[in-house]
């Protein structure tokens, strides 16, 4: 019927009510998807091969002290992410559009680190999953890279991309969970020491800290949940509670899985068992999945990882190519976005084709690069907090307590990485 047609006021009433109904109910199950991947992506980023690897090698030198690093990195976690996901969504707008409204031209600034520490994120990203379906399947650990990213890249030039990555993230997200969980009651780790050591460590490590921390919340993973949340339409001052319980849900479901991989492991380590990290072909955390579990342990621990893989390079070069829009605004979404995304995997399978690091050095070392980075992008978002609130974010009161929260995540984070500079490229030959 066309709108200039007249109809009884009764009749108006029993049609569109029942239209309207549907047409909310319809939008709810369309918003969906992109809130559950937003919640997936942020989480699946932050636990991803380079992640695995670094809890490994870092829970092998020092034992149970490691879960103090855990614990900061998840308190360091919740500092950023509440600030961000809550800045970026009440702004509608993607991370560099909003610094550059604060601060002009630091979102380009912003851009161009977020996309190198990318790009090193996801070289790693695929040199894991090369090591997972090596353990997996026994191919070489080169092709199995170069799959990876082809199959990472068939999911972005699949017409309904968005719903695809969705998918795929949420479900090797639940098995990845289900199958580390498997591992860490199989391999009967002290949790009562490392419930004791979460809070009062016997060794203290900076290093770690902050590679775990870069591992987990550094680089693009910063805005992987937010930017990927954007798209559910859901933003603005009056969506705030519905992005603060998305985001405290991606929050929780990384702080279960980094603790779990961490008890897993240490389980193998406190039984005695020395894992080699002296070498840089060295697969920690594929020994420690054998220890456990045999071949079958090799073969799970292939599929967790490769699993952390593909969903990182999906992560990373989404997020990665959503700040290049900062420099074309053509890029900002539909397929200009999704070819940009193939775009930045073909750049990083062609670096990989010919990079000489082993790639569980490189997946150490990418964690510390970013973390290296993370208190940059943190620091332009705690000024717009501070100073630029009520002009770049439309007058919204934001929290104090969550500026304060997030200013000494700022502060810790440059402590961390002024300090771990030397020991972080150390990991790759380079300095002291």
Do not use: C
């Not at 790693?124 to 070489?140: E, F, R």
């Not at 921390?213 to 680089?219: D, I």
């Amino acid at each position: 019927m066309e709108m200039g047609t007249a109809m009884p006021d009764a009749q108006h009433t029993t049609e569109s009510e029942p239209d309207a109904a549907a047409k909310a109910k319809a939008f709810a199950k369309s918003r969906r998807g992109p809130i559950l991947g937003a919640i997936f992506l942020m989480a699946t980023s932050a636990i991803g091969p380079g992640f695995i690897t670094q809890t490994a090698t870092f829970t092998a030198s020092l034992g149970a002290a490691f879960a103090f690093a855990i614990l900061i990195s998840v308190l360091i976690d919740f500092a950023v992410q509440m600030n961000i996901w809550r800045m970026i969504t009440v702004s509608g707008k993607r991370a560099g559009d909003l610094a550059n409204d604060a601060v002009p031209y630091s979102g380009h600034v912003l851009a161009v680190l977020i996309v190198i520490g990318g790009l090193a994120f996801n070289i790693g990203n695929i040199a894991g999953g090369g090591l997972g379906l090596n353990a997996l399947l026994g191919i070489d650990p080169k092709l199995g890279g170069l799959l990876t990213g082809l199959l990472a890249i068939g999911i972005f030039l699949f017409k309904k991309a968005g719903r695809a990555v969705d998918i795929v993230v949420m479900v090797l997200g639940v098995a990845m969970i289900l199958m580390t969980v498997f591992v860490a009651i199989a391999s009967q780790p002290p949790v009562g020491d490392a419930l004791r050591q979460t809070f009062l460590p016997d060794t203290l490590n900076f290093a770690s800290i902050t590679t775990i921390v870069g591992g987990t919340v550094g680089g693009y993973i910063t805005y992987a949940g937010a930017h990927r949340y954007l798209e559910s339409g859901l933003v603005g001052p009056d969506h705030v509670k519905g992005v603060h319980r998305a985001s405290m849900q991606g929050i929780l479901v990384t702080g279960i899985m980094r603790y779990v991989l961490f008890l897993a492991i240490l389980g193998v380590v406190a039984s005695g068992v020395a894992l080699d990290i002296s070498g840089q072909a060295a697969n920690p955390a594929a020994q420690a999945f054998g220890v456990v579990l045999g071949d079958a342990g090799i073969r799970i621990f292939g599929f967790i990882f490769w699993a952390a893989a593909i969903t990182s390079v999906i992560g990373a070069a989404y997020t990665s190519a959503t700040f290049l829009s900062v420099f074309a605004k053509r890029l900002a979404g539909g397929w200009p976005l999704q070819l940009a995304t193939v775009a930045f995997i073909l750049v990083s399978l062609a670096v990989y084709a010919f990079i000489g690091t082993a790639p569980a050095a490189l997946l150490v070392f990418v964690g510390g690069f970013n973390g290296l980075i993370l208190p940059i992008g943190l620091a332009i978002f705690m000024y717009i907090g501070w100073f630029r609130q009520h002009d770049v974010l439309g007058g919204y009161r934001y929290p104090r307590w969550l500026l304060i929260v997030g200013t000494l995540a700022t502060l810790l984070s440059l402590y961390m990485g002024a300090v771990s500079i030397g020991p972080i490229f150390a990991l790759l030959g380079v300095g002291a």
